[in-house]
């Protein structure tokens, strides 16, 4: 059953990576737009649980600092609800924020630059505190920050390049040892995250032809959520319009 499943995702990654194909031919502004659309629409909306849902726009901290634009928020209505205008788009309390995923039709070093400065201005916007339930016992706690992704469609490096060696090169802003992006998938080249039992401190899986990059970055949102969900808990909304 579990081969049934990983083929139906494959072929929606395959019919969803012709699309970003063929739309290459569009301008930078309009073919950006349609890629998050296949990559939200298409990939990562089909893994979701229910209680999660994408958007894209800014998060808010309740002090009213905001990050910068950011292409795929993943957000929970259960944790605090948001304020969007068209269905997707608008404003998303940081805390109900799960992962954030900063999308590029090719990654170049100005494009790696952003999304390092993107993943920063979520990363420190002021988080209030949650609420755990554990056997009936409330406790305070710290609300954990969202996860930061990079997906690229393309990159412009040639073969044999690294372009985890590259982001590591420019990222220059570390918090509490946590690097800004804590995943990366380039497709066609590789997957890599975050793990400090490796050497230099990344897990990679390098690309083989069948969408494993990309089907391992869905199997690590899906696996992820439920817990990342968990450890929010229940921050109290009644801060933000008091």
């Excluded at 259960?78 to 109900?96: C, D, K, R, T, W």
């Excluded at 554990?134 to 992704?149: D, E, F, K």
Aim: contains cysteine; proline residues 5%.
């Amino acid at each position: 059953m579990s081969n049934i499943f990983r083929q139906h995702f494959v072929e929606k990654v395959s019919s969803a990576l012709v699309k970003a194909q063929n739309l290459s031919q569009l301008d930078h502004q309009g073919l950006k737009g349609r890629l998050r659309e296949i990559l939200a629409g298409e990939m990562i909306s089909p893994i979701l649980p229910p209680e999660v849902q994408i958007g894209t726009g800014k998060l808010v901290a309740v002090n009213g600092a905001m990050s910068n634009q950011t292409d795929i928020i993943l957000y929970s209505r259960s944790i605090l609800p948001p304020a969007v205008y068209n269905q997707s788009e608008g404003f998303f309390p940081v805390e109900s924020c799960l992962y954030t995923i900063e999308v590029k039709s090719k990654l170049t070093v100005g494009e790696v630059r952003k999304a390092i400065q993107n993943a920063q201005s979520c990363f420190d916007l002021d988080h209030l505190p949650t609420r755990l339930i554990n056997g009936g016992t409330v406790i305070n706690a710290v609300t954990p920050r969202a996860i930061n992704i990079i997906f690229a469609f393309d990159t412009d490096l040639a073969l044999g390049s690294s372009d985890m060696t590259r982001y590591l090169n420019q990222e220059n802003a570390i918090v509490n040892g946590r690097p800004a992006i804590q995943a990366m998938c380039v497709v066609g080249r590789g997957y890599w995250a975050a793990d400090q039992s490796q050497t230099n401190g990344w897990g990679f899986l390098k690309a083989d032809g069948t969408h494993n990059e990309i089907m391992r970055l869905l199997t690590g949102i899906a696996n992820t959520l439920p817990q990342i969900i968990a450890h929010k808990g229940k921050p109290v909304f009644g801060h933000y319009i008091a």
